[in-house]
């Protein structure tokens, strides 16, 4: 993963896909698609679906999208704990 792209706001985004499958159509499967894309545009996301409608047999069903800032300012939390420096 490009550290350029990261800084030009590109998120990990996971998209689930289920789709049905050609020769048994009551029947869902479920692919997994992983790749550094713009939110909430998702560019790169609708190319590949594109692609998908175009030139793949299975139908698509379904698609649910995460997305995660990989560059993020760091933060503190605190687990419920004391610790007693000497």
Excluded: C, K, N
């Amino acid at each position: 993963m490009s550290l350029s792209r990261q800084l030009q706001d590109y998120r990990l985004t996971t998209a689930e896909i289920l789709y049905r499958l050609p020769d048994h159509p009551a029947v869902l499967q479920s692919y997994i698609w992983q790749e550094l894309d713009i939110a909430p545009a998702f560019p790169m996301l609708h190319r590949f679906l594109a692609f998908w409608q175009r030139e793949i047999e299975g139908r698509l069903h379904s698609v649910r999208v995460g997305s995660l800032d990989l560059i993020q300012a760091p933060s503190l939390r605190a687990q419920g704990m004391t610790l007693t420096l000497q």
